[in-house]
Structure formats: C-alpha cells, structure tokens
DNA sequence: ATCTATTTGTTGTTTTAAACAACAAGTATC
DNA sequence: GATACTTGTTGTTTAAAACAACAAATAGAT
C-alpha cells in the first residue's frame, strides 16, 4: 500500500548530492546559453562568486568546461572569464527514416562536428538500420579530432519507444515492432545508446535551443511524410508518461470522420491534415518541404484552397484543444504545418481561439520552429548529453 | 534574448536551501503518509539516522510534527518512535457552489476537523459568496481547540483561476467573470487565501491520498452538474501550464457534433457525456449521484441504456485521447462518471484502448475515485498546506 | 598620466549541516 | 539470561558553500 520504493520525490539531499547538483547546474547553463560569463554564472545561480570558481574550475579539471579570457571586456571592472562548453566533447545522433538514415557528431557546445545522411533501399529492417548506423558511426569515430570523447548515441525513431530499455514498440512507417533497437546498437559500437520518440526529442530541441527557449509551457506539433508528431514541455520538463508513450499529439481524435491515420484511428488530428492528401491536389509523387511550401503559397486552385482551409480548421481544433489542455505559452508548429500556418494564419489564430477558452487561449502564440534540418540532430545528442549533464563528475565519457 | 531573471531551474544549492529542503522532505513525507516511524523516514529519505533525528527535533519545536513511543512495537531491536503530523495545524477550505457554500477546517494530520454546508440563494454574487464564505470560516475558528494555528484558505472553484494573484475569470456555473476573489477573503479573514480550479484540486487530493497515490503519472476526470472538469498529474506533479488553466479536460474536442457543452464549445467531451440528459431520461429535475447512479443500475429502459451506451463511448474517446496524450498509470473517474464505468466496464475499456495506441494503453488501469464527499475539502485544503510543506521554518502561521 | 570607483578573480578562513562512529536502549529469539 | 539486532543519542569529523580580505583589470574623472 504505502511506498516501499523510496521515491525519488522523497529522496532527501546529503553534501555531496548538493555538489553534483551545483556541477549540473553550472554545465546545464554553459550547455544551454553557449559561450557566458562566469560572473553571469554567479548571477544566475544566486551561488558565491568563489563557489562559481570552484565549480568551473572543477569540470574544466574534467575537460567538460573551458575558460578563456573575454576578447573585448565588457563594462567598468575586471573583465569576467568566458566560460564555454568543450568542443571536443561529441554525441552522435542517428535518425532512421524509411529511405535514409541521418547520422551526425554534435559537439557539448553545440557544434555539429560532421552530419552523413545515407540513402538506404526502402524498407530497412531493424537489422539493416542497426549495421548501417554502426558502420556510420564507425568511420565518423575515425575522423574526430584525437582527443575527442565521445558521451554515447542519441537516436531519435519515429515511433513509439520504450524509455526503461530503449525498445521500440512500434514504428509504423518503417514496419517495426518490438526491436531491441537500444541494446543492439550499443553492442555493435562500444558506446551507450538512448532512444525517444522523434517529436519528442524535437519538442526538447526547440525548447532548449529554438522557438521555445526559456519557455516553460509549450506545445508542439511536427508533421511529416509520416503522420503527426508531439511533443509538451510543461513546467519546464518535457512529459513523458509512465513508460515513455506520452505525447502522441497526431493521434488526438477531433472529429467524428471516418478518415483514418497512419495507424488506423478514425477521426483524429493526423487523419484530417495529411501531406499525402496536399500532395495528391498539386498531383506530385515526392515532394520536400519546400517544393510542397511553394505550391501552397502560389496555388490558384479552388479545390486546392479548399482543402487546405479545412487542414486549418483541422489544426485549429487540435490545438483549441492542447491549448485546453496545457495552457501553453506557445505553440510551435514544424514540418509542413508551418506552411499551413502561413497560408492561413489569420483562419488558424481565429479559429483556435473561437474553440479555446478564452482565459487559456488569450497569450498563446503560434510560432513557427526555428531549428530546420538540425532539428532531430540537435534533439538526439540532447539524450546522452543529459546523462552527462545530470551527473558531470562521475559520467564515464569515451574516447574516440 | 538570453534569460536576465534568474530562472528557478538554474538556481544553485546552498547550505541552508539543503537544510529547507530535507525540513520540506520529511514533513511532506509525514504529511503524505500520516503517522510513521523515524526509522522509515530515515530508510525513505536516505538521509543518516542522526539527521532525519534532528530534522524531526526542529519540525517539533516548531510545533509541526509530533513524535511518540510506540504503543505495540514492531519486531527485532530498539522500537523506532512514531511521527506524525500535528492535530492543532489547520487549513480551510472553501467550495462554493450555484446553491450552497462548504467550508471545512482540515488539520495537518488530515482529519477533518469541522465542516459545515450552508444552502445559499440560488446564483449568489462573488460578494455574497465571500461574505459568507468570511463568516463561517469566522464562526468556525471560535469553535477550534485553543492552542490551534492556522496556515490559510483554500478555495476550491469550479471554473478558471489565474494562479498568480487569484482572480476568477470565469466560472461558467456561477456566473462570475474577473472577480478578484482571493485578495477580497484574504481581507475579510486576515488569512492567505490561495485558490485553484475545483478538477485540479481534486486531482491533487486524490494523487496523494486516494485512488492515485504514489502513482507519478495520472489523469483524472470528474464530473457533476456543471460539466466535466479535470486534472493530471505527470511525472508526480499536478500539471498547471502558463497561467494555471491548464487541465480543461471536459472540453476537448472528440467529435463533429453540434452538440454544445456548458461554455458553448461543439462536440466536446462535456458537450457529450451529460448529467442533465441522464436526469431528463429518467424525469428526474435534480438527483444526488447516488440517486442517479440507482437509476442507472437499474434501468430497463432501451432508450435509457442506448443514451448510456452512447455516453460510454463518448467517455471512451476522451480517454483514449488523454492515454494518447499522457501515457497514464491510472485514469480516474469521480461523480456521475462512476457510474457510467460501473454501467459498462467492458464496453468502456474495449473502445478506450481501440481508440488508443496499443503501447499507451495496454497497462492504463482505470479506477473510482477513492475520497467521495471530502474530495475537495482535502484538495482545497492541500494549496494552503503546500505552502508550508514548501517552507517549514520560515512559514508564519496565525494564532486561532 | 594618474587617481578613483567598480567589478571580478583569488586565496585563506569560517560556518553549516550532513555523515560518521561509538555507545546506550530496548526488543525478540534461543 | 545471553545474544543478536535495530534504533535512538551524543560527540566528532568532513565536505562544501559562504564569507572576508585582497589583488587584478577596466572605465572614467582629474
């Protein structure tokens, strides 16, 4: 009945326990706003200027930090060091898709080292997406800088993941189910692998580093060829759920349709604003983001404009209710919604609110993300980079 | 660009915010599971034997806690001393309703001390409302033990409340737009008077000490004659978003219906799942839930149960969203919607995980709420308590 | 060019609170 | 009644943040 377990809510904090927090929260800072001021550390952290010079100097011990001396001081008094993330310190992140598989080495100060996308045969199993990454990473490894470390592997699946093992439940456009993906990958590269959901892992991107930064209630919604993807940042902290499911915004039923999803639901938010039907009207096969951006602001189609008013109306509703829901401050819209957003963006705002709560709805702002192509890059390395932020001093890097 | 406030979440450690923090710990520990021994608290919080003794010392000289030989030991070795939560801290809670206001002292501990429902006009003011809300809590405090303090009031609301200050925006039942409820009965009693969304409250009080305890991830729905209202909580905390609306969850949209719900949103699960369209089958003008619920058991009536079949559905769709959405632990359902799930388990379970992603809802459980009538008496009372769980030594109480 | 005010880094000392260690107290089992 | 075991108590140690004093580096005033 009672908690056994002794929960992490209940933990109570020893000295050392403050030391480690005190080290993640100095480098968690560093990570987040690159290149800052020690004497900015001091203010933000509301620690002692000498406590702030033990910290940094302690994770610059450990080559997770660097300090140099300001190029052009700043103001009156001793100019303050610049304090910044090692250069030297990689993730990769690997992001399989249905005909290619994107890997790249992203630097703790936020560099991406090196970026591949490979294109593959269509259909990889598992298997295949496994030995190819592996390979990639392999051969990226080799042309590091020596002396580089290496944190681990992020890989962002467009899928449903298990976050306690890193197993994928079920990937709906690559057709996988129940892969070991995590375990299978870290065995074939010596280096530990983390997994999450795509969306997800956009959702952390854009709130540490694009649309929504320093921003602790955000809504998001990404789209691609695949269906819908979400992502909630509340009180700061990206939801999760109990097992690491949380966050299927596509999947949100708004509608009494019978149109289905890419996974079977009637009715729902990615079954009403679907690319494939955008793509059909303009009569392509294949289209990237901005070729499809570019028939939709220039079309003249009545049956074209058509659709794309009701794919408004259709996010329109699907926010109304995230925004019931979480009482964002933002909603960050990516992949192809951005350019429904501005095709109709007057519609979209208008009809969002008119099914939102006034109280909820009044300072939401829709925004488009900021991040474009290093959006799953970014997101990935965000996962072993965690681990390494959450615990700097005893966090065993790699070498290269 | 760059955050210039000092974000809570990149806050340093000091020594003294370490000490605050495992005062917090072992009194919310206390709080949450009632009486319990020192040796517990010690195992739970991993803090050393020596410390959790000192902790609870001061948590005692400060009149908080209260410890005591154990009556019956309970096994090998020294019997550990029992703690708990003092009998003589008391919050208040306030719930007004359309026609009757309930204000209750709850004590630290948990017990209820006194509670009192008095009938009111129909359609009150929000002047009205304090005003009597001001002279039971009044009447109230004469009748407590001598030697009692008090931390605040809670108000419970049913309706949207800007956390920051207090202010009801609006409560679609009562009738009440911006009216700056918590200052004005924070005036009248000389007391903090915090306030909060009725739903959320009682998500909060069943989290902690009900249906959903030590469960991190939860959502709740209740619902009563003014509609469906809701809450959740992720990753162990109550989800509040930007401004504190967060978690309207009766007014998601799951369907193309022109329906209306009480604040005039189509196709919502409010607009659907309906109290008063159960009442109307069954001719009855008003009914506690026990009465309807007796009803529902019991009716033979074709085109009572296809209406109850319908509404399952509809409560079916809703959840499998919020599953979609959350990845929940547990679902829990209050009011009427007891009912409903007792009418047809079966039904509602089946279509709630074939409207759901099969790796969200395969271990979703959902459950009655366990705190009946007192729901939001210990909901409301939980705002003003936290704030003291927040800061143990420094929180000012007032004298009865 | 020099002086002063200002800000920040550095170094050595103090303080706080948790951990630790040793012992006493109380219980259950043999 | 002896022994093992667990917990409370007390005095000591230790870790780390705060503090204080001073040195260093800048901008602006004289």
Redesign the pocket.
């Known amino acids: 009945m009672s908690a056994d377990k002794p929960l992490p809510a209940h933990k ?8 480690q ?3 993640s929260t100095v480098l968690r800072l560093v990570h987040l706003q690159g290149t800052i ?4 550390i ?2 933000t952290t ?10 940094v ?1 302690e994770l610059s011990e450990l080559g997770i930090l660097v300090e140099k ?2 190029a052009a ?1 700043t ?7 610049a304090v910044s993330a090692a250069d030297n310190i990689v993730a990769f992140s690997v992001n399989p898709e249905i005909d290619a598989t994107t890997v790249a080495a992203v630097a703790l100060s936020g560099r991406v080292v090196s970026k591949e996308r490979r294109l593959m045969r269509s259909h990889p199993t598992a298997q295949d997406s496994i030995a190819v990454s592996a390979e990639m990473i392999d051969s990226m490894r080799k042309q590091l800088e020596p002396g580089t470390r290496i944190v681990g592997v992020g890989v962002s699946v467009p899928g449903q993941v298990r976050s306690s093992d890193g197993v994928i439940r079920f990937a709906p456009q690559l057709g996988w189910v129940e892969q070991a993906f995590a375990a299978s990958l870290s065995q074939s590269t010596g280096l530990p692998v983390y997994l999450a959901n795509d969306a997800s892992l956009g959702c952390v991107a854009e709130s540490r580093f694009g649309a929504a930064k320093d921003i602790n209630d955000a809504v998001f919604l990404f789209a691609g060829s695949g269906g819908i993807g979400g992502g909630v940042i509340s009180n700061g902290r990206n939801i999760t759920g109990a097992a690491g499911y949380a966050g299927e915004l596509g999947h949100i039923r708004i509608s009494s349709s019978k149109q289905l999803d890419y996974s079977g639901f009637s009715g729902t938010l990615e079954a009403l604003v679907r690319r494939n039907d955008l793509l059909d009207i303009f009569r392509l096969y294949v289209a990237t983001d901005e070729e499809l951006d570019a028939e939709i602001r220039s079309t003249e189609s009545t049956k074209a404009r058509k659709l794309l008013e009701q794919q408004v109306s259709s996010l329109a509703d699907g926010i109304s209710t995230l925004v019931n829901i979480f009482n964002p401050e933002v909603v960050v819209l990516g992949g192809f919604l951005t350019s429904l957003f501005d095709f109709a963006p007057d519609q979209l705002i208008a009809e969002m609110k008119q099914g939102a709560l006034a109280a909820a709805s009044e300072r939401v702002v829709i925004r488009k993300g900021a991040l474009g192509s290093n959006l799953l890059v970014l997101g990935a390395a965000e996962l072993p980079f965690e681990a390494l932020l959450e615990a700097p001093s005893s966090f065993r890097l790699t070498d290269a």
């Not at 109570?12 to 030391?19: F, Y």
């Not at 001021?37 to 900015?40: A, N, P, V, Y």
């Not at 103001?75 to 060091?81: A, E, H, Q």
């Open positions: 109570g904090q020893s000295g050392e326990s403050v030391r927090h005190n080290l001021l020690r004497s900015k001091t203010a509301g620690l002692n200027r000498s406590t702030v010079s033990d910290l100097a001396e300001t001081p103001g009156v008094g001793r100019p303050s060091l």
